[in-house]
């Protein structure tokens, strides 16, 4: 099954930036799309932004447009996620995972099947 692994979190000033990456591993042939959720405190899972294995089209929920990009590296497996302008809003850990499906709206964290354990992003000054 396929391993994840998120990093590149932590704090940040409002306005600044941070890249998250995704390094993932291990038997990824049955998946087409990864994507980034968050958790803010008190708050359940939401959709962030998603890209497709198969032709890299990509899904940005609001949270994420026109501040956060999602890209992918091919060759070394890994998803990024470039958030710029960040706000006190963003503080969250920040989820990385796989799915299955070839079709999806990247808000529901149950269509995806597994999931790397987080990196924290605050948000403060």
């Known amino acids: 099954q396929p391993r994840l692994v998120e990093s590149g979190g932590g704090l940040v000033q409002p306005g600044g930036s941070l890249t998250l990456s995704c390094a993932a591993s291990g038997f990824l042939g049955d998946f087409h799309g990864i994507g980034w959720f968050r958790r803010a405190p008190g708050k359940e899972r939401e959709g962030v932004a998603c890209i497709s294995l198969g032709d890299d089209s990509t899904l940005y929920r609001d949270p994420a447009k026109g501040r956060f990009t999602i890209s992918r590296d091919p060759r070394k497996y890994t998803i990024y996620l470039k958030m710029n302008n960040l706000k006190p809003d963003d503080t969250a850990v920040y989820f990385c995972?796989?799915?299955?499906?070839?079709?999806?709206?990247?808000?529901?964290?149950?269509?995806?099947?597994?999931w790397g354990q987080g990196t924290q992003v605050t948000v403060s000054s």
């Open positions: 995972g796989v799915t299955r499906l070839t079709r999806h709206n990247c808000d529901l964290d149950a269509n995806f099947q597994h």
